[in-house]
């Protein structure tokens, strides 16, 4: 019995063989990707197609069995998913960006998992997608599947950007909107710029943020403004 189907079958394994593709591509998790390829075919919670594209994926992670090899790798993980908006594999960076919400949906996501008994490493973040595979993972298989169509928008998101750009990375983001009782759908993707490049700021005494300006790299007038004289009145109230 399939786990798309009304009674769905525990995809535990698959769940979290799937946050392990997404992981960091360190020397432990290319030893294990046999591992992970066995399970996926021995849980069979995903339809053949799928299956073919993340062996795809694991083989080419296999691949890297030289050094250099398996620096390219890790390269092109973080080139991926650490340096553009579209791909984070944070969750609130699709949903709350830099907004305050993003603090108050951090706790409330760490709090449920505190309650199934799960606590994050320091320095791990909630809302990291391998972090929240984990824990749907210990969810019996219907809340499971409800879980992952709250989030079948931002996977469908994650997963047009990942083929946007090529990469065997979006047949993980496929899996999950597969599990979750949804198919994947053309959606237009914003150009962004990277991360770093985002958050950088501008040189001291540099002219402020070039972007502010009206003619950057060019002298800025300076405008000299006569000080009112002082007045009694209270700010906001007309006589």
């Not at 995809?11 to 399970?39: G, N």
């Not at 799928?50 to 993980?77: C, F, H, K, P």
């Not at 210990?138 to 946007?164: D, G, S, V, Y």
């Not at 053309?186 to 950088?200: M, Q, R, Y």
């Amino acid at each position: 019995m399939s786990f798309l189907n009304t009674t769905p079958k525990l995809a535990t394994k698959t769940l979290r063989v799937l946050a392990r593709l997404l992981s960091y591509p360190d020397p432990t998790l290319r030893k294990h990707l046999p591992e992970l390829r066995d399970a996926l075919r021995m849980e069979a919670a995903l339809s053949n197609d799928r299956l073919l594209e993340l062996e795809d994926l694991i083989g080419w992670m296999s691949a890297g069995t030289g050094v250099q090899d398996a620096l390219d790798i890790e390269e092109a993980y973080v080139e991926l998913f650490d340096r553009g908006r579209a791909t984070s594999l944070h969750l609130f960076e699709h949903v709350h960006g830099d907004s305050r919400d993003r603090g108050p949906a951090m706790i409330d996501l760490a709090q449920n998992f505190e309650k199934a008994g799960l606590f994050l490493a320091p320095g791990e973040m909630p809302d990291y997608l391998p972090v929240v595979l984990e824990y749907t993972s210990t969810q019996p298989p219907k809340e499971a599947r409800a879980f992952l169509n709250e989030m079948a928008h931002i996977f469908n998101a994650i997963f047009a950007a990942l083929q946007q750009r090529d990469t065997r990375y979006a047949s993980v983001l496929g899996a999950l909107l597969e599990l979750a009782g949804e198919k994947a759908k053309a959606v237009k993707v914003t150009p962004d710029e990277p991360i770093d490049e985002s958050w950088e700021e501008p040189g001291a005494f540099d002219g402020c943020s070039t972007k502010g300006q009206a003619n950057p790299n060019q002298p800025q007038p300076i405008h000299i403004v006569r000080k009112p004289a002082p007045s009694n009145k209270l700010p906001g109230v007309t006589v």
